[in-house]
Structure formats: structure tokens, C-alpha cells
């Protein structure tokens, strides 16, 4: 970010912090066995099905194709994990692809500081509230889809009829572990892949950044940690290219295209892929060999 856009403390993302770690952490006191199991399902609602498979690999890379319905369905279980509306969050990683590793103008890289590049970026500045030359700049695609922007706009409803759906099934406590614990957790699994998977793991690929390939990130999100893979592929529909690599998000994706709701789903090939990759403006590598499927 720029000096001007870490300029003054983003108070309301602040303050819906603070209150969804107070959120969290009360959450502890009313353990169930009902509350866990909500609140795992809702979370591989959210952070595979929506951010991993929906706001990530469809909507930001386009590494496959779905029918519209199927999109937007994905898009509003992204929306469950209060990440941003789906274009907000689609241009921000554009950015992060397009210049990867740049202090000042990469909205979260840890060159820029660690803890900046965990949660800092959300907490000051714009964070991911761009206006609109940039919005139409880096996902005009999205921008010019009526339904999308509609979803943008609106994107804590989801979140809020969830929230007074388990408030009305289960009271305090499960609302307590299916919003804000869950929530929580989500959104520093995410962060986690901004600040640590560019710190420490390891690189299959030379992508001319610090991107790495991080086991227990992919853990945490489901295939997302698989990161210097995914910086060198960034269109590959699949991040875990090994055997032993896992990847919930492809299982997922491989599902729906087995199912017939997904096509033309791209996925690199380990054997033919170079290990120095080039990197090129928009986080689309110019060499890459896809297996169209």
C-alpha cells in the first residue's frame, strides 16, 4: 500500500474485529458436540466451497467454468465467511498477482512487515474498499455481471440470516461457534496464506517471488497453502500437483465437473511444467501447459 492508503485506522473493520475475537473466544464457554459439527460444515461451507472454489479459483482465475447459477451459489457461501463482497476480494488478489512482492503497491505482502501482511492491511487504509476505476480495471468481467454486483453490495446478508438461523435453532451458544469462532478462525486461515505462505515453506517452482508451498496452510484452507505452485500456475484449477499435496478445493472442483456442473477446468501438468516460471503483469504466466478437462 501507499503511504496515503495506510493513512488512519479503518474503524468499522476495526471495531468488527475486535468484537468478532471477543465473539470467538466466548464461544469457548459453550462447547456442544452440536456446535462443533455446525460449525465445521459451515466452515468448509465458506472457506471451500466459497472462498477456496468460488471467490479464488473461479471467480479471481477463472480455472474453470460453471453454470451461472452454480457461480453465484458459490459466491454467496464465500460471502458466509465475511472476507468482503466477492468483487471487492477478486480485484485485491488481481492486485497481489499483478505485482507480486511490490512494497507499497502488493496490498499484503510481508516485505512490507509480517504483521502488516497478516491482518494490518484490513486494519488500516482501504483494505480491500477500492473505488471505482480500479474495481472496473481489475474485474471488469465481474463489474459489467448485475447479479455479481448485487451480491457485492450485499454481501453480509447471508451471514446475518445464517447467524439468526442458528441463534433460533440453538441460542447464544451456537451462534457464538457458527458466526464468530468460525469466522474468525476462517479469516486468519486466510491470512495466513498472505503473510506465512511468503515466509516460510518451501519453492517448487522459481517464481521470482517469496510465494511458498506450505503443508499445514493447505491444512487450514483446504488447498490454498499450496502457494509457490499457485504462483506459478496462477490459472491452475488444481494447487496440489503431487500426489501427497492435498487439495480439498480440487477434490471439490473435480466433483462438480464429474457431476456435470463444471467445465473447462485447467489443470497444469506437473511433469511439463518448467521449474523457472516468468513472472507477467496480471498473474498469468505466458508458458503455462494446461490440460484442459
Known sequence: MTDEGRSGINWT?????VVFHAGALAALFFWSWQALIITLAL????????????????????????????????????SLALEGGAINWVVTHRIHHAH??????????????????????????????HDEATMQRYAPDLMKDRVHVFLNRFYYVPLVLVGLALFAAGGVGLLLWGIFLRVTVGLHATWLVNSATH?????????GDDSRNSWWVALLTFGEGWHNNHHAHPV?????????????????IRTLQLLGLARSVK???????????????????????????
Not at 52 to 75: A, C, I, N, S
Not at 199 to 207: A, E, K, Y
Open 199 to 207: 515466509l516460510w515453506g518451501s519453492q517448487r517452482f522459481d517464481t
Open 267 to 293: 489443470q497444469i501438468s506437473l511433469r511439463a511444467a518448467p521449474v523457472k516460471v516468468p513472472t507477467v503483469a496480471a498473474g498469468v504466466r505466458l508458458n503455462d501447459t494446461y490440460e484442459g478437462t
Open 100 to 129: 507480486t512482492e511490490v512494497p507499497g503497491v502488493d496490498p499484503h505482502t510481508p516485505r512490507d512487515g509480517k504483521w502488516w501482511s497478516h491482518i494490518g492491511w484490513i486494519l488500516v487504509g482501504t483494505a480491500q474498499q
Open 43 to 78: 466452515w468448509w461451507v465458506s472457506g471451500s466451497l466459497g472462498i477456496g472454489m468460488g471467490y479464488h479459483r473461479l471467480l479471481t482465475h477463472r480455472g474453470y467454468k460453471t453454470p451461472k447459477p452454480v457461480e453465484y451459489f458459490l459466491t454467496a457461501c464465500g
Open 236 to 252: 491452475s484449477a488444481r494447487h496440489g500437483l503431487a500426489w501427497y499435496e492435498l487439495d480439498v478445493n480440487w477434490i471439490g
Open 13 to 17: 473493520t476495526t471495531v468488527a474485529m
